[in-house]
């Protein structure tokens, strides 16, 4: 039976690693405002990649149905990408607000999470409704009424969680966590 060892390169690497992130646990005790300030920064960035992604499988979602009409499915996971880009939005503005006493970081905390929520509850239900429409064997959008339907039915979706998310975040004074 033959035991490989730990390279010592790992070693040395792991040993860093606990090092840096027990001097940056020290420097967050002491100045947790840079921290927060950096972290983010990083996480408008990576939100904004996001967006972009979304906005370009979205773009592609929607020539892809042009050019085959015949699967309804693409266009309504069109839609659900499109769903998708207003939750980065409003993600972003809520990230991008400077924090006050007016506006708490628990407060942007838990918006960003109802908005995280909310965003996977409608992409998975516009998804099932891609899924369930995309049986359809009619060649034309317009032909049949289960796709018409299918397509109202995705953007009632849209529209009601995408309202209810909005209403259950901070831009709703009733339910404030203030």
Known sequence: MTTRTVPVSL????IIFIFVSFFLMQLHEKNWL??????????????????????M???????YYTSHQKQIGLLILAIAFLNNLYYFVETIIIVQTP?????????KANDVAIFYFFRQISFVL??????????????????????IFAILFA??????????????????????IN
Do not use: R
């Not at 516009?126 to 049949?144: D, Q, W």
């Open 34 to 55: 840079y921290l927060t300030q950096t972290t983010q920064t990083n996480y408008i960035i990576f939100i904004v990649g996001l967006f972009f992604i979304n906005l």
């Open 155 to 176: 953007i009632i979706i849209l529209i009601f969680i995408s309202f209810t998310a909005k209403i259950l975040s901070g831009a709703n004074e009733s339910y404030s």
């Open 57 to 63: 499988i979205c773009i592609f979602m929607f020539l």
């Open 11 to 14: 070693k040395i690497f792991s």
């Open 126 to 147: 516009i998804s099932c409704v891609a899924i369930f429409s995309s049986h359809s064997k009619e060649i034309y959008t317009c032909a049949n009424k289960k796709n």
């Open 99 to 107: 924090i006050s006493s007016e506006s708490l970081i628990i407060q």
